[in-house]
Nanobody, 126 residues
Framework: QLQLVESGGGLVQPGGSLRLSCAAS????????IGWFRQAPGKEREGVSC????????SYADSVKGRFTISKDNAENTVYLQINSLEPEDTAVYYC???????????????????WGQGTQVTVSS
């Protein structure tokens, strides 16, 4: 059974950091592009970052460039999202998603992904 499990969320003060993990089971990430998305209460789901199947192509939303870093460890079958300089506006549930895509590209559109995790809550507050 194909499954994605996010972890690493929590409560952090403004300016702090977190590392989110997206662990895959039931399939290998070698042939999958992975995206990270977030959804705050009352807002639409927003794509924040993605990485290609080979891990070499990445993309970021303008709102997180310079603060978020995505990485893919195919040996661990896990994708990470390092989040630095957290702001209250980053508060949301963060989801990872997968799509089988062997091309050297990735997408920030949620509608293009087929498999989703359950999400992990990130709260930025003093």
């Amino acid at each position: 059974q194909l499954q994605l499990v996010e972890s690493g969320g929590g409560l952090v003060q403004p300016g702090g950091s977190l590392r989110l993990s997206c662990a895959a089971s039931g399939f290998t990430l070698d042939d999958y592009a992975i995206g990270w998305f977030r959804q705050a209460p009352g807002k639409e789901r927003e794509g924040v970052s993605c990485v290609s199947s080979n891990g070499f192509i990445t993309s970021y939303a303008d709102s997180v460039k310079g603060r978020f870093t995505i990485s893919k460890d195919n040996a661990e079958n896990t994708v990470y999202l390092q989040i630095n300089s957290l702001e209250p506006e980053d508060t949301a549930v963060y989801y990872c998603a997968a799509r089988e895509l062997r091309f050297r590209m990735c997408m920030l559109s949620a509608s293009l992904y087929d498999y989703w995790g359950q999400g992990t809550q990130v709260t930025v507050s003093s």
